[in-house]
């Protein structure tokens, strides 16, 4: 297939499929001929605003499938797409309007709320411009054009608009449909924010095999557990909170027979041994794959399921299409062992962040060994450390800029983090430090017990003491019921922090 833009995509969906399910929530389904119809409808409403391409349009809206519809409709406008999560409070989405420029809002009635005092016009969503003739023209639009702002959670500060194009959105499409075997049978359950870049993405791979996206209704383990069931999904996409929840007890996820589940995938962070193990247990037909990725280029690696076992606790290797390079702080590649920052080179590689070239030049620099005479080409520096071994899998290590020294020894948290997870008595952890009386980093450890009413935390004090050393052993827990979660379902690191500083 030959396709450049997200309106290319629908179109070629909607003339080899037209008929077929796009979209289904709650049992109602629109095809991907229906969806187009809704794309021109939106894209014609846009247009009598005076929307244009490069404008940026927000969109405050619940996922449905209008809400794809004006997705694609500010495509078909050559426009540029700012996904806004609903979760949001009013400074959060006033930063992110301001910010990006928005020349127009299109939000539904429960979240125009959040947009009082703005200067923006506000389009409601139930606006049609479908009345007169076919869709308004489209401009030339081409793949390297900018079609979303993506705007991250906003953990190291407010949050940053990273710039995505058509051909990063459709490479990422093309490259994960292609690794998780997608055809046009697949039936995909939504449950991850489209603000989100792995739920976005979701929506996208689905489309590009031309199979169905069947949206959740509810985060709510039993309700998954039903839709599982009901809408007979293939696949199911989630970030480690979620798998805690469908694992833990009262969950009925042991219970049900799923026999059209062929697969699972996780982002967004490591997820435990234990839960991976209960995953399998309960449904071993299930393949389930590992990724690691950022939004400043999609996904970068995943681990195979049949690689689980010999690789565990692998971020895997590099995605189709792309390279991943080990670089020391001289930018050389690191030894197998050597810790280093994970760099991604690849045709998912994002334009840059939106109006902020400070923090584009730090994270998108020139390819580090260049080939002589071609056009620059470059390259994400993650800020993520990770090690490969002696067969190039990758372990992540942490972040560059959350490590700290104890008792003059660099460490950093996730090492902590990951060996108390490996205790089987909790099912989440944040480490941080605090300076102490004496000027010294005292290591602090946030925890969610596995079982509340039967965790006792001296359980947790003695397996420290008998499995890190010395200058990794937290001076403090603290015990929580529930971490709070970023709009994208992570655990919200910054806030966890801050309450307990």
Request: hydrophobic share 40%; with cysteine.
């Amino acid at each position: 297939m030959s396709l450049y833009t997200l309106t290319d995509l629908l179109d070629e969906r909607a003339t080899t499929r037209a008929f077929a399910p796009a979209v289904e929530r709650a049992g109602e389904a629109v095809t991907y001929s229906e969806l187009r119809d809704l794309a021109h409808g939106s894209a014609a409403a846009l247009a009598a605003q005076g929307v244009g391409k490069g404008d940026r349009v927000a969109l405050l809206l619940p996922r449905s499938h209008e809400a794809l519809g004006w997705v694609f409709g500010i495509s078909h406008l050559g426009a540029v797409a700012v996904i806004v999560h609903e979760s949001l409070k009013r400074q959060q989405v006033d930063h992110i309007v301001r910010h990006s420029g928005t020349r127009l809002v299109v939000a539904h009635q429960r979240a125009r709320k959040l947009l009082a005092g703005s200067e923006v016009p506000i389009l409601p969503s139930e606006a049609d411009g479908r009345a007169g003739g076919g869709p308004p023209p489209s401009p030339p639009v081409i793949g390297q054009d900018l079609a979303a702002l993506i705007y991250t959670s906003g953990s190291t500060g407010l949050p940053k608009g990273v710039m995505v194009t058509h051909a990063n959105l459709l490479a990422g499409a093309r490259i994960v449909a292609d690794y998780l075997g997608l055809t046009a049978d697949d039936r995909t359950l939504s449950l991850l924010p489209w603000s989100f870049d792995a739920g976005l993405n979701q929506v996208l791979a689905t489309f590009w095999a031309g199979g169905t996206l069947v949206i959740g209704s509810s985060a709510y383990a039993p309700e998954i557990c039903r839709t599982l069931v009901t809408a007979r999904i293939t696949g199911l996409g989630g970030v480690p909170p979620l798998w805690e929840a469908l694992v833990r007890s009262p969950s009925p996820f042991f219970d049900v027979a799923l026999p059209h589940l062929r697969y699972v995938t996780n982002t967004g962070g490591a997820l435990r041994a234990g839960t991976v193990d209960s995953i399998r247990r309960a449904h071993p037909r299930t393949q389930i794959y590992l990724m690691y990725g950022l939004t400043e280029a999609f996904r970068s690696t995943y681990l195979p399921p049949e690689l689980i076992d010999r690789y565990p606790g692998s971020l895997g290797q590099a995605i189709p299409d792309t390279e991943i390079m080990v670089l020391n702080e001289s930018g050389a590649p690191c030894r197998p062992g050597e810790v280093g920052e994970l760099v991604h080179r690849g045709p998912t590689v994002a334009a840059g962040y939106w109006r902020d070239l400070q923090a584009t030049t730090k994270v998108f620099r020139p390819h580090p060994s260049p080939v002589s005479g071609s056009t620059p080409e470059y390259v994400v520096y993650s800020g993520d450390c990770v090690r490969a071994d002696s067969d190039g899998f990758l372990y992540y290590v942490g972040r560059m800029d959350e490590q700290f020294k104890s008792r003059g020894i660099r460490v950093n948290p996730f090492e902590i983090e990951s060996a108390l997870l490996h205790s089987g008595l909790i099912s989440e952890s944040v480490v941080f430090t605090e300076v102490d009386e004496n000027g010294e980093n005292e290591i602090v450890a946030a925890v969610v017990p596995k079982a509340t009413d039967s965790f006792d935390v001296e359980q947790l004090i003695a397996y420290t003491h008998a499995s890190l050393p010395t200058h990794q052993q937290p001076a403090r827990f603290h015990v929580d019921t529930e971490f709070p979660r970023t709009s994208s379902g992570k655990t919200d690191r910054v806030t966890v922090k801050r309450r307990l500083r």
